[in-house]
């Protein structure tokens, strides 16, 4: 149990365009999702925390107008990488828990995204 | 906010040693510590974690210890094995908060 799909794996797209990514829980509701981001060889790196059917919370230093996330149901989150740039490339990794994991939050397959 | 910090950041040991990676976090209400063994672009794969409420937890070759009063928390690999080999990543939060990351540790098992 506890699995979580993210789609599309690999994605190319050329500086200015719109990207969005999906973060699935296949087999609970998860009440809180996360969107966290690695660069290559460092570590993970919060960017927002999203509730199901409210606003996402943004950590500090993460452009809430750049990255949109949306919750809209308790299996599915996105994020939509807005103008995307270079600099945006990246491993985007989402992760899910709900009341009962007790904390646990059970990751994606994360989306490694080439901004050209 | 919570600060994690991660030791070493490179570890390579004797296949059949055993590998400690220490980590220490800045935020006292932070109660839950979890270790993460990530390959290669792929995602991290929890591999023990412990509670505030716990000072240690073993899991065949894996343990944890957390020291709440110095607020470190330590992995601890025995007999390590080539398939060891990977990034470790420790991690804290508060409650059911995001995670906050150490910077990792690339651990090497030499045949």
């Known amino acids: 149990g506890a699995v979580v799909s993210q789609h599309p794996s690999r994605v190319i797209c050329k500086s200015g365009t719109s990207v969005k990514i999906e973060c699935r829980s296949l087999?609970?509701?998860?009440?809180?999702m996360f969107w966290y981001r690695q660069f290559p060889k460092k570590s993970l790196m919060l960017m927002a925390t999203?509730?199901?059917?409210?606003?996402?919370?943004?950590e500090q230093g993460v452009e809430k107008d750049k990255f949109l996330i949306n919750h809209a149901s308790l299996t599915l989150s996105t994020l939509t990488v807005t103008s995307a740039h270079p600099e945006d490339s990246s491993f985007y990794i989402c992760?899910?828990?709900?009341?009962?994991?007790?904390?646990?939050?059970?990751f994606g397959p994360g989306t490694r995204l080439t901004v050209l | 906010g919570e600060n994690v910090e991660q030791h070493p950041s490179t570890l390579s040991v004797q296949e059949g040693d055993s590998a400690v990676i220490k980590c220490t976090y800045s935020?006292?209400?932070?109660?839950?510590f979890p270790w993460y063994k990530q390959e290669l672009g792929k995602r991290p794969q929890l591999i023990i974690d412990?509670?505030?409420?716990?000072g240690e937890k073993k899991d065949q070759r894996i343990a944890v210890t957390l020291n709440k009063t110095a607020k470190h928390f330590s992995l601890h690999i025995t007999e390590t094995q080539p398939e060891d080999s990977a990034v470790y990543f420790c991690?804290?939060?508060?409650?059911?908060?995001?995670?906050?990351f150490g910077k990792g540790t690339h651990l090497i098992i030499q045949p």
């Open positions: 992760s899910a828990t709900d009341y009962n994991t007790h904390n646990e939050q059970f």
């Open positions: 412990i509670r505030s409420n716990v």
């Open positions: 935020d006292s209400a932070s109660n839950y």
């Open positions: 991690a804290a939060s508060i409650r059911a908060d995001g995670l906050t």
């Open positions: 999203s509730n199901e059917g409210s606003k996402a919370t943004y």
């Open positions: 087999d609970f509701q998860a009440t809180t």
